[in-house]
């Protein structure tokens, strides 16, 4: 199985930018794709991004494309997620995930797709 431990939140002002790394240990290359997810309060949890390891392809939530970009170091089991310019709303926990099934298109973003999870990261943007 994954392990996953995510670090890097933080607390920002509108129109800043984190970092968010997932440090993965087990059999983190058995997984088909890896996500970072968001639960903010109140709301169900989204996915925000996700990549596929064979592939590397990369698929991305509506309006933050242009302002996220998530990574896979492979030699350093590590997942990232590079976020700019956020705004208030992306604030919440955010989670990795990684899972074992074989998915594509928005199926990607749904977290019920998601076996492994980490304990989560707080980023708050006000």
């Known amino acids: 199985d994954v392990q996953l431990v995510e670090s890097g939140g933080g607390s920002v002002l509108a129109g800043g930018s984190l970092r968010l790394s997932c440090a993965a240990s087990g059999d983190t290359y058995s997984s088909y794709c890896m996500g970072w997810f968001r639960q903010a309060p109140g709301k169900e949890r989204e996915g925000v991004a996700t990549i596929t390891i064979g592939t590397g392809n990369t698929d991305y939530a509506g309006g933050v494309e242009d302002r996220f970009s998530i990574s896979l170091d492979h030699a350093k089991n590590t997942l990232f997620l590079q976020m700019d310019s956020l705004r208030p709303y992306e604030s919440g926990i955010y989670y990795c995930?990684?899972?074992?099934?074989?998915?594509?298109?928005?199926?990607?973003?749904?977290?019920?797709?998601?076996?492994?999870w980490g304990q989560g990261t707080q980023v708050t943007v006000s």
């Open positions: 995930a990684a899972s074992y099934n074989t998915v594509w298109g928005w199926v990607l973003l749904k977290p019920t797709e998601y076996q492994y």
